[in-house]
């Protein structure tokens, strides 16, 4: 077991990682230009094709956070929510302390079925981006440009076009806008105490209308939404370096399944629900800080080998080639091989690079418009 851990640390098995992330990435892109002609004929068997297709992208994080690094994710919960998870549509309101709380809400996805057609709010530039950007665009993720009084119109057009969706889905949202830091912590609750609001001790202040307006428009076709309260045991602070290092960590997950027809329809009404939304998340942290563990029992999520699995094929699939390439190029003269070596260390630092500006984006599509409205 030494071995192996030292082994997770080598930055060989980092390359190797984003070698097989970066290019089976690029393959599955390459499938999924080529159902663009399915889409006028079929749009329904399209779609679910993108969704298998997209979870070969996406499950190689979660089989990277479960396999590779071994964190255990626990999950707090009543038993009459836990029935309907994967069995229906939701909006999933995450907490966004953590460089790695993407992987868990993506875990947590994996789990219950849901996680190869489960949609974000992300920036535009985003559907720009090879891998993870342009899979998102056949996955139909609403992408928006962060000035409200244009995206408006094209944010609804694309929730709408969700109504229809073939499978089930999850639609995960970061509703602070960005990740926690003490800075930014002071800075909103200045905003907080300006609107009269209660001050927050472990979150940021809400950005509602991103909230709002998907509630309003998957009315019909969402029937929850899952409050998840994200934490780490002993005051962890996971890191994506962390976890690709093999490092294990300890996630408590606590989620509340609250009926979509319990949400007011007001949007004014609807924003002063997800303030006060937070002002419980805040006390589950303060509880959690203090106890250890969450209000709930908790329940049995079984692992799902399917991620497992997809990573495994890829890499033996992916791996030979790229030995009798290095094989070759070890032979070849000294600048080759120098050139090369700065190549893939170049192509590891644009993968992190790349995962890094994707956790940062998610979810915060509002949030420099919002926070200068808030501070006027």
Same mark, same amino acid.
């Given at each position: 077991?030494?071995?192996?851990?030292?082994?997770?640390?080598?930055?060989?098995?980092?390359?190797?990682?984003?070698?097989?992330?970066?290019?089976?990435?690029?393959?599955?892109?390459?499938?999924?230009?080529?159902?663009?002609?399915?889409?006028?004929?079929?749009?329904?068997?399209?779609?679910?094709?993108?969704?298998?297709?997209?979870?070969?992208?996406?499950?190689?994080?979660?089989?990277?956070?479960?396999?590779?690094?071994?964190?255990?994710?626990?999950?707090?919960?009543?038993?009459?929510?836990?029935?309907?998870?994967?069995?229906?549509?939701?909006?999933?309101?995450?907490?966004?302390?953590?460089?790695?709380?993407?992987?868990?809400?993506?875990?947590?996805?994996?789990?219950?079925?849901?996680?190869?057609?489960?949609?974000?709010?992300?920036?535009?530039?985003?559907?720009?981006?090879?891998?993870?950007?342009?899979?998102?665009?056949?996955?139909?993720?609403?992408?928006?440009?962060?000035?409200?009084?244009?995206?408006?119109?094209?944010?609804?057009?694309?929730?709408?076009?969700?109504?229809?969706?073939?499978?089930?889905?999850?639609?995960?949202?970061?509703?602070?806008?960005?990740?926690?830091?003490?800075?930014?912590?002071?800075?909103?609750?200045?905003?907080?105490?300006?609107?009269?609001?209660?001050?927050?001790?472990?979150?940021?202040?809400?950005?509602?209308?991103?909230?709002?307006?998907?509630?309003?428009?998957?009315?019909?076709?969402?029937?929850?939404?899952?409050?998840?309260?994200?934490?780490?045991?002993?005051?962890?602070?996971?890191?994506?370096?962390?976890?690709?290092?093999?490092?294990?960590?300890?996630?408590?997950?606590?989620?509340?399944?609250?009926?979509?027809?319990?949400?007011?329809?007001?949007?004014?009404?609807?924003?002063?629900?997800?303030?006060?939304?937070?002002?419980?998340?805040?006390?589950?942290?303060?509880?959690?800080?203090?106890?250890?563990?969450?209000?709930?029992?908790?329940?049995?999520?079984?692992?799902?080998?399917?991620? @497992? =699995?997809?990573?495994?094929?890829?890499?033996? #699939?992916?791996?030979?080639? $790229? /030995? !009798?390439? +290095?094989?070759? @190029? =070890?032979?070849?003269?000294?600048?080759?091989? #120098?050139?090369?070596?700065? $190549? /893939? !260390?170049? +192509?590891?630092?644009?993968?992190?690079?790349?995962?890094?500006?994707?956790?940062?984006?998610?979810?915060?599509?509002?949030?420099?418009?919002?926070?200068?409205?808030?501070?006027?």
């Amino acid at each position: 077991m030494g071995f192996l851990k030292m082994l997770k640390t080598q930055f060989l098995c980092h390359l190797i990682i984003c070698y097989v992330f970066l290019v089976s990435g690029f393959i599955i892109n390459l499938l999924q230009i080529c159902t663009l002609p399915l889409w006028p004929i079929n749009k329904q068997l399209a779609r679910k094709i993108n969704c298998r297709l997209a979870y070969s992208i996406s499950s190689q994080l979660v089989a990277l956070l479960e396999w590779w690094s071994g964190t255990e994710c626990t999950l707090y919960t009543d038993p009459e929510s836990f029935s309907y998870f994967g069995k229906e549509n939701a909006i999933v309101v995450l907490n966004h302390n953590f460089e790695i709380d993407f992987m868990c809400g993506w875990t947590f996805c994996d789990r219950f079925g849901v996680l190869g057609s489960s949609k974000v709010l992300a920036k535009k530039e985003l559907s720009y981006v090879p891998v993870i950007g342009w899979m998102w665009y056949f996955l139909e993720i609403v992408f928006c440009k962060r000035k409200w009084e244009e995206d408006r119109k094209s944010v609804v057009e694309s929730l709408q076009n969700l109504r229809d969706y073939p499978e089930n889905f999850w639609f995960l949202l970061h509703c602070e806008g960005t990740r926690f830091t003490e800075k930014k912590h002071k800075i909103s609750m200045e905003v907080a105490e300006k609107k009269g609001l209660p001050k927050l001790k472990y979150h940021l202040l809400p950005r509602t209308k991103g909230f709002c307006v998907t509630v309003q428009n998957l009315r019909g076709t969402v029937t929850a939404v899952y409050d998840s309260t994200l934490n780490f045991r002993n005051n962890e602070i996971p890191t994506l370096l962390g976890v690709l290092n093999g490092k294990k960590y300890h996630a408590a997950l606590y989620v509340r399944r609250i009926p979509l027809e319990s949400i007011p329809e007001d949007e004014t009404e609807c924003a002063a629900w997800l303030h006060k939304l937070y002002q419980e998340k805040d006390q589950f942290q303060e509880t959690y800080r203090e106890t250890g563990h969450f209000p709930g029992p908790i329940m049995n999520a079984p692992y799902r080998p399917w991620a @497992l =699995l997809n990573w495994l094929f890829w890499v033996s #699939l992916l791996v030979y080639p $790229l /030995c !009798i390439i +290095a094989l070759r @190029l =070890l032979s070849g003269s000294t600048f080759t091989v #120098l050139s090369t070596f700065f $190549l /893939c !260390i170049a +192509a590891s630092a644009g993968i992190r690079w790349m995962i890094g500006q994707t956790e940062i984006d998610r979810g915060s599509s509002y949030g420099n418009k919002e926070a200068q409205m808030n501070n006027k």
